[in-house]
């Protein structure tokens, strides 16, 4: 619309043009817009159930010979889903940041329930 001669809405021309890739800005709200607040709200909630997700693992799992707490995703899972139904995707966020490992790329109920998660 900002480049339509027949558009005489002055709100259009005002709006900044759009970022290219290698922009610091590129692919990020406006700054001290409403989304970037609700983006900036929703990585504090996921932080904090990653931290909850540690503390669920500490506490119901075993302390292995390397002194890491280990707990089965079976285990896991059934302790866990009670609390948040978002497990497997709170675990991947979590081995993204190297707090957790365990083996495979995505974790299935039932099929993968004796994968060992381990806390680092």
């Not at 027949?6 to 409403?34: I, M, V």
């Not at 899972?77 to 790329?105: C, D, M, P, Q, W």
Request: net charge neutral; proline share 4%.
């Amino acid at each position: 619309q900002r480049k339509n001669p027949f558009s005489n809405d002055n709100r259009l021309a005002s709006k900044p043009a759009h970022t290219h890739r290698g922009d610091p800005t590129y692919g990020r709200p406006p700054e001290g817009s409403q989304t970037e607040q609700r983006g900036k709200d929703a990585h504090s909630h996921v932080g904090k159930e990653v931290e909850e997700l540690c503390l669920i693992i500490r506490s119901t799992g075993e302390v292995g010979e390397d002194g890491h707490v280990s707990v089965t995703f079976g285990q896991l899972f059934e302790t866990y889903v009670t609390i948040s139904n978002k497990v497997v995707g709170i675990l991947l966020r979590a081995r993204k940041h190297g707090l957790v490992r365990f083996e495979g790329e995505m974790l299935w109920q039932g099929k993968d329930d004796d994968v060992i998660i381990t806390l680092l």
